[in-house]
């Protein structure tokens, strides 16, 4: 007898371990289900503003460009290069391999050995259909410093009352800094493309979101909730560069309804000199307004169901023949809150941005961004940097830059959050000691208000949080950003 109930007890324990690896499966494949759908809905979301989108339609507007497409293998040889580069996992193999080299060889002979296109002479800025590899590492690190050395000089000699104040000399150097960064983005080599690409962490990113995408087309993921489904569509887009384009004369516009509402100075950490003058402020509102009425609402106009509501930059370059300013598109992006909005703010700002102000509204820096002392330190590193003329190296750094990011404070310096606590919204198998590590390190991201960054919010599906900080802290820990839904 005693037999017989240990072999009914051992029976109703395997019995219910059965029934909960069942229900750990069912849920597994649930939030699976949910998280793929979730990335699908983001794709409905940008998939208008991919350039291979709008470039047709605004093409006279914009720079030239071709376009190079990648297929759904290379992009997984662009994410296992990644991954084997800068993360503890191996997967480059051998067909990667002649998959990255075919690319190539693809940008040596259509783009840059060719005689009949504009890179040849001008060099190209390099991207793919979602964004850029701006966060990317270039092959020559001297250039890079020489180029924020040569600005950071410049500035000093014009402005050398400024320098002397701590907030104005830290505000010189982030200045240097991201114009060193905006010029490093100009490649002529189909080396210094690829190796923007292969190291950038945004890159590596949309490219998992794309093929999480492709794989409920290719029917491997069940679309449960029958959300539309867009054909896969991504290249390597390559542009005319453009030397007199100025990047402090880049302008975030926000158009709602077919309507210009508000018009932001895109780099808002910078307090740029030449935009503390009113008249020149006015000036480039007006012709942005009338480029846009002009030039741009007409050939977006006739697509309302895609083009009614959206963020526009453009650039402005001075024509000094005629002392006005020419304007160019740059890119465009979603009329969401996933798209940064600069100095405005999508709730503070949200009757503004929805044009139920009074006029357009422009917005430029007038003031030192908040503890720009602080921040330096951060911006240099993330901009790559560090004031000294290295000379590059055939061993490449084995981190990319946004992983250090976790060792500084970031935006509101002073705000010293609580530390591990107050993770509202973050599914509870998110509290994982591995996350909550990862937040302890991170929570002087944003203001006490708002600790992760201004418009940061959680993923509905996955707690992990949205923009460029979730982007960094996935990044500050590959191995788990794509495993934690399995492991939790």
Same mark, same amino acid.
């Given at each position: 007898?005693?037999?017989?109930?240990?072999?009914?007890?051992?029976?109703?324990?395997?019995?219910?371990?059965?029934?909960?690896?069942?229900?750990?499966?069912?849920?597994?494949?649930?939030?699976?289900?949910?998280?793929?759908?979730?990335?699908?809905?983001?794709?409905?979301?940008? /998939?208008?503003?991919?350039? $291979? @989108?709008?470039?047709? *339609?605004?093409? &006279?507007?914009?720079? #030239?460009?071709?376009? =190079?497409?990648?297929?759904?293998?290379?992009?997984?040889?662009?994410?296992?290069?990644?991954?084997?580069?800068?993360?503890?996992?191996?997967?480059?193999?051998?067909?990667?391999?002649?998959?990255?080299?075919?690319?190539?060889?693809?940008?040596?002979?259509?783009?840059?050995?060719?005689?009949?296109?504009?890179?040849?002479?001008?060099?190209?800025?390099?991207?793919?259909?979602?964004?850029?590899?701006?966060?990317?590492?270039?092959?020559?690190?001297?250039?890079?410093?020489?180029?924020?050395?040569?600005?950071?000089?410049?500035?000093?000699?014009?402005?050398?009352?400024?320098?002397?104040?701590?907030?104005?000399?830290?505000?010189?150097?982030?200045?240097?800094?991201?114009?060193?960064?905006?010029?490093?983005?100009? /490649?002529?080599?189909?080396? $210094? @493309?690829?190796?923007? *690409?292969?190291? &950038?962490?945004?890159? #590596?990113?949309?490219? =998992?979101?794309?093929?999480?995408?492709?794989?409920?087309?290719?029917?491997?993921?069940?679309?449960?909730?029958?959300?539309?489904?867009?054909?896969?569509?991504?290249?390597?887009?390559?542009?005319?560069?453009?030397?007199?384009?100025?990047?402090?004369?880049?302008?975030?516009?926000?158009?709602?309804?077919?309507?210009?509402?508000?018009?932001?100075?895109?780099?808002?950490?910078?307090?740029?000199?030449?935009?503390?003058?009113?008249?020149?402020?006015?000036?480039?509102?007006?012709?942005?307004?009338?480029?846009?009425?002009?030039?741009?609402?007409?050939?977006?106009?006739?697509?309302?169901?895609?083009?009614?509501?959206?963020?526009?930059?453009?650039?402005?370059?001075?024509?000094?023949?005629?002392?006005?300013?020419?304007?160019?598109?740059?890119?465009?992006?979603?009329?969401?809150?996933?798209?940064?909005?600069?100095?405005?703010?999508?709730?503070?700002?949200?009757?503004?941005?929805?044009?139920?102000?009074?006029?357009?509204?422009?917005?430029?820096?007038?003031?030192?961004?908040?503890?720009?002392?602080?921040?330096?330190?951060?911006?240099?590193?993330?901009?790559?940097?560090?004031?000294?003329?290295?000379?590059?190296?055939?061993?490449?750094?084995?981190?990319?830059?946004?992983?250090?990011?976790?060792?500084?404070?970031?935006?509101?310096?002073?705000?010293?959050?609580?530390?591990?606590?107050?993770?509202?919204?973050?599914?509870?198998?998110?509290?994982?000691?591995?996350?909550?590590?990862?937040?302890?390190?991170?929570?002087?991201?944003?203001?006490?208000?708002?600790?992760?960054?201004?418009?940061?919010?959680?993923?509905?599906?996955?707690?992990?949080?949205?923009?460029?900080?979730?982007?960094?802290?996935?990044?500050?820990?590959?191995?788990?950003?794509?495993?934690?839904?399995?492991?939790?």
């Amino acid at each position: 007898m005693g037999q017989k109930e240990s072999s009914i007890h051992d029976d109703s324990i395997k019995s219910e371990s059965e029934s909960d690896l069942k229900t750990d499966s069912n849920n597994k494949i649930e939030i699976q289900g949910e998280w793929y759908g979730e990335q699908l809905l983001k794709r409905c979301k940008t /998939v208008y503003f991919d350039v $291979e @989108a709008w470039y047709k *339609i605004i093409q &006279s507007e914009t720079f #030239y460009t071709e376009f =190079i497409p990648i297929s759904p293998s290379i992009a997984q040889a662009f994410i296992n290069f990644f991954k084997t580069r800068y993360t503890s996992e191996k997967l480059l193999n051998s067909n990667d391999t002649q998959l990255i080299a075919s690319i190539q060889n693809q940008l040596k002979e259509q783009i840059f050995n060719s005689k009949t296109n504009k890179f040849h002479s001008n060099g190209a800025f390099i991207r793919l259909s979602a964004r850029s590899p701006k966060d990317g590492r270039r092959i020559d690190s001297q250039k890079i410093n020489q180029f924020y050395e040569q600005k950071l000089n410049e500035l000093q000699l014009k402005y050398p009352n400024e320098y002397k104040s701590i907030k104005g000399k830290a505000n010189m150097q982030i200045i240097a800094s991201w114009y060193a960064q905006f010029y490093s983005l100009k /490649v002529t080599s189909e080396i $210094e @493309a690829l190796n923007l *690409i292969l190291s &950038s962490a945004r890159v #590596y990113h949309d490219l =998992i979101q794309a093929l999480d995408c492709q794989k409920v087309m290719d029917n491997k993921i069940a679309n449960i909730n029958n959300i539309e489904l867009h054909n896969w569509n991504n290249n390597i887009i390559v542009r005319e560069w453009n030397n007199s384009l100025d990047p402090s004369m880049e302008f975030r516009c926000f158009v709602y309804q077919s309507n210009l509402t508000a018009i932001s100075q895109y780099n808002y950490y910078c307090k740029y000199y030449h935009l503390q003058n009113d008249a020149i402020i006015q000036k480039i509102k007006i012709t942005i307004i009338k480029y846009w009425q002009e030039k741009i609402q007409p050939l977006l106009d006739p697509w309302p169901e895609k083009y009614s509501n959206y963020v526009i930059d453009i650039g402005l370059i001075e024509n000094k023949s005629t002392n006005k300013y020419d304007c160019i598109v740059i890119e465009m992006n979603p009329f969401e809150t996933t798209t940064h909005p600069c100095l405005f703010d999508w709730t503070k700002d949200n009757n503004q941005l929805r044009g139920q102000g009074n006029e357009i509204e422009i917005r430029v820096q007038l003031d030192y961004y908040p503890y720009v002392e602080d921040y330096v330190e951060f911006i240099l590193d993330i901009n790559q940097c560090d004031g000294k003329n290295n000379s590059s190296s055939d061993h490449p750094a084995k981190e990319p830059p946004s992983r250090n990011v976790l060792m500084y404070h970031f935006f509101n310096i002073n705000a010293y959050v609580a530390i591990g606590g107050n993770l509202d919204g973050v599914r509870d198998w998110t509290r994982s000691l591995q996350y909550v590590n990862l937040v302890r390190q991170s929570r002087v991201w944003g203001s006490p208000s708002s600790p992760w960054d201004a418009n940061a919010t959680f993923d509905s599906i996955t707690g992990w949080p949205t923009r460029d900080f979730g982007m960094v802290l996935s990044t500050a820990a590959v191995d788990m950003g794509e495993t934690y839904l399995l492991n939790a």
